[in-house]
């Protein structure tokens, strides 16, 4: 190990220098791949995934594997029992998550690019609270062979980086079909195309209420400094987003573990951490028969519910922009009730109930998200690099 993991970011290294870092939920062939979960301890995979191996055939190496909360499942970064990732700008205030390590080795400037997942807003939320740039493709965009699944109708791998245009370059590199994925059937290559100018902004006052009045504060001098026009428009049932998502989730995530048993994958399901048992529980129990229809069947209809609203909203706006997370990085043991935290992603999980495209700026300690419909790659990366210049 050649190189000093300063606050935590790698569970672990090479000797042999790269400019890519890859969270430890996405296999790499010769490096573990734990999930930053005593459960799978030790493993390593057999293969490595689309994405990476794409960006390897670009001429990118992998320095090594990122730090997460277990199996994904988190905001903060601090669900691990492999690593103790730490805020790189404040090492008192969680770093975020779930691809904490991911964002904390770009803001280090331990490597120049990372990948990491997104589920409900596992890039952006570490991207805003380490102050760089983090973005959650289109679903389907990039190919998810090689990730492990901790939602799989949600989940898709996204970029950290000090940039938008590190971040195009990432995302043109990975994007593309993968027969061994079939949600990528759809997906479109990024090209180039007219950045904000003229673009229609809509915001949800919802969501502008929910944040401290010190976010909204900033939310306002950015739209300002950056000369942009924002419709602010009542969504009420934005809030329901969060219940909607927590139910697919959690019913989807125990369904995915079933796998780690103990025979044919991992170690005794014993080793597993708080969080990831809260969640395999809560998921076996929606999922039960005698309560399929009461809870699970009912978010689904839910999601299809967001979806035409946001495909109606889409055609009068070309993107949705709002604060990514609500409030500065908590403390570390700030947050000790699990609804408080899932009640921090309202603004990452909308996109990723539309499947579409979100990427978070970084501006004076918080994010400026934007979102677009879903395969509006193209559009949304370069105009969010139009406003990253504006910012």
Known sequence: MTLKDRHGAFISLTDTPGELAVKDNICVQGFMCTASSKLLENYEPPYTATAVQKLQKQGLTVMGKTSCDEFACGSTGTHTSLANPRNPLDEKRVPGGSSSGSAIAVKDGLVRYAIGSDTGGSVRCPATFCQIVGYRPSYGQISRYGLMDMCMSFDTIGTLTRNVDDAIYLITGMSGKDDKDLTTMNSVDVKETPGLAGKRLVAFRQILESCDPGIREKFNEATEKAKLHVDVIDFPEIHKSIPTYYMIVFAEFASAMQRFDGKFFGKNRELLGQEVKRRILLGTFISQKENKDKWYTQAI??????????????????????????????????????????????????????????????????GIQLTGKRFSDSALLYSARDLEGAL
């Open 301 to 366: 209809n839910a999601r299809k519910w967001f979806q035409q609203k946001f495909e109606a909203m889409f055609a009068k706006y070309d993107f949705v922009i709002n604060p990514t997370m609500p409030s500065p990085a908590p403390l570390v043991g700030e947050i000790t009730d699990p609804i408080t935290e899932y009640s921090m992603d309202l603004g990452t999980i909308f996109p990723s109930l539309m499947m579409g495209p979100s990427i978070s700026l970084p501006y004076q300690g918080m």
